[in-house]
Nanobody, 125 residues
Framework: VQLQASGGGLVQPGGSLRLSCEARGIDLDYYAVGWFRQAPGKEREFVAAIKWSGGSTAYADSVKGRFTISRDKAKKTVHLQMTSLKPEDTAVYYC???????????????????WGQGTLVTVSS
């Protein structure tokens, strides 16, 4: 199983960026895929998640209205479209897959079974 995260980079405040998470070696039909982030000196935190089957989504309050998670079934890829970026969004972003795919726990880092390697997002002028 491999989750390949990509799309990170340097962007100015107010800018946009799209992250992608491609899944290999895994049937996502019964999974949820989530994005988490970890800023320097801080704990990893939940950002957004989506159920592969049905497409239900969940977001952290800090990104609601600015970030959108979506899935491309044909490419087995989950995207995180980030807009109106702020310096406090600077972090390494990780994607992860949760086999239980329970809506109430999609924000819980501990339920995720597989993790990608992370991609760095830096928001700075």
């Amino acid at each position: 199983v491999q989750l390949q995260a990509s799309g990170g980079g340097l962007v100015q405040p107010g800018g946009s960026l799209r992250l992608s998470c491609e899944a290999r070696g895994i049937d996502l039909d019964y999974y949820a895929v989530g994005w988490f982030r970890q800023a320097p000196g801080k704990e990893r935190e939940f950002v957004a998640a989506i159920k592969w089957s049905g497409g239900s989504t969940a977001y952290a309050d800090s990104v609601k209205g600015r970030f959108t998670i979506s899935r491309d079934k044909a490419k087995k890829t989950v995207h995180l479209q980030m807009t109106s970026l702020k310096p406090e969004d600077t972090a390494v972003y990780y994607c992860a897959a949760d086999r239980s795919s329970i809506t109430s726990t999609m924000g819980n880092m501990g339920v995720y079974d597989y993790w990608g390697q992370g991609t760095l997002v830096t928001v700075s002028s």
